[in-house]
């Protein structure tokens, strides 16, 4: 009788039941929360820190601005510990599962055969209670794909042995048919000097003019600390004569922020671009390209995770198009394997999309909930507008009010941006795809998927929908709002087809 009860036992699943984090973990929850709380809301802490240091500023404005940002810093502690407690782990039969959050749920399950490694971390002030971090590295993400934050050392190590031991047993043979061609060559990509030209000249000069304005603006109001402005000012009334000099000013450096952003723009084409070639040979690519530094890089056909396309107004008039070949990476080299070309024909562009991915499924619109426009609105454009109104009311300037117009400006935005979502899957490519000004898509194969990540925020679950965030070696695709159990389905097709695939998914 205890013989068969000790090999029932063998058999057993261990950490079957949700765990618990210990108490260390704090820190590491902490950590994140104030660097999302930041990525956040930065533009208030740039309107604090101007209206701080502003020549003419008073205790009171400098008052309601460490008022704001404690308030912040209250709300990151209360979240940490929230998501402390509701933090659980468990294993399934076949992958960890990671679950946190109240009003937004999230839940995380990770295949052990996509596991590529085990991280045990142990800081020094972790060593004092003995806890190690747990951290799952599946070369899916910029980021750690998995982690517990802190762990008993001695179970950190008893689960890392078991789940390499279960992915060690569930590892399958590589099938013999091999569906890529084998003995190519050819030129799939070249790109010509007067092409080089023309995408410099075409290509998105949004950002770049932006940080040249915040810049001239920036150093114009320091420049007011140092010199005379007004003489400056009057010159330049004098020799615009009868320009207001406001418009001359704006004038000048509208013209000069014109001409720096394109000239920077075909400068840095060239120099990186130059001589661009990429040749398909034995189901690799061979890139080369650069002015005064040649690189050369080589892309294997079966590493390649995502292909992700923008065309932007200009290009969609002259038949251009961005592309970006994201491989398999892990976190230690996050960016360095992939390609990104910032325009190319668009035929050649296609043509790599076919020789990568065959013919990719025709996208349709996914039937996301158009609640996901007031959802969006609300997150997105109402609250940076209260805080607009906020500051105009308690500062006493009305030039913040024009930061109601955000509001609208983001009710549009996200209305074309539900309406122009598609998705396209069959049964081994999956297409997903928008379209409000820049047309965006990503095209990646089934069995790349590594993990799905199940979440639902509390304004979600009272609607009965969900998103999926969908990871694979080399980044990840997400779907917002669709109805619950249409994404629970995809996201079980996505893992099914993931397992039951033989090919080489690194």
Sequence with gaps: ?????????????????????????????????????????????????FQI?????????????????YALLAIGVASGVIRYLTFRWFLEKDALVIRYGWLRKVSLKIPFDRIQTIHLQQPWYYRFTHATRFVIDTA??????GEIWALNSTIAKNLRTFILEQKDANVKPPEAADTIQTNRKEYLITLSASQLLRIGLLKNHFKSMLAFVGGGLYLYSQAQKIVDIDRINNALEDVYGFIPKTYAILAVLFVLVIFATFSVSIITTFITCYGFSMKDQNNTLFVKQGLASIKAQQIKLQKIQLIKTIQGPLFRRFRLMQFKIQQAYSKETPSKKNLQLPGCPEVLVKNLIHRIHGKPPSPIHPGTSSKWVRYRTTRFGLLPAIGFLVLAILLADTIYYWGLCWLPAQWAYSYFLWKNQRVGIDGTHLVIGRKVIWQKQAVLALEKVQSVTFK????????????????????????????????????NYLIYKSELSGLDWM
């Design 1 to 49: 009788m205890p013989k068969n009860n000790t090999q029932k036992q063998s058999h057993s699943m261990p950490f079957e039941q949700p765990q618990r984090l210990i108490l260390l973990a704090l820190l590491g929850v902490f950590n994140k929360l104030f660097k999302s709380l930041f990525s956040q809301f930065w533009p208030l802490f740039i309107i604090s820190f």
């Design 53 to 69: 240091n502003k020549t003419d500023s008073n205790p009171s404005q400098d008052h309601w601005s460490l008022l704001t940002i």
């Design 140 to 145: 899916g993400s910029t980021k750690k794909e």
């Design 456 to 491: 639902k925020t509390l304004y979600q679950r009272r609607h009965g929908l969900a998103s999926l965030k969908i990871q694979t070696a080399g980044g990840g695709v997400s779907l917002s709002f669709l109805p619950e159990e249409t994404a629970r389905r995809l996201g």
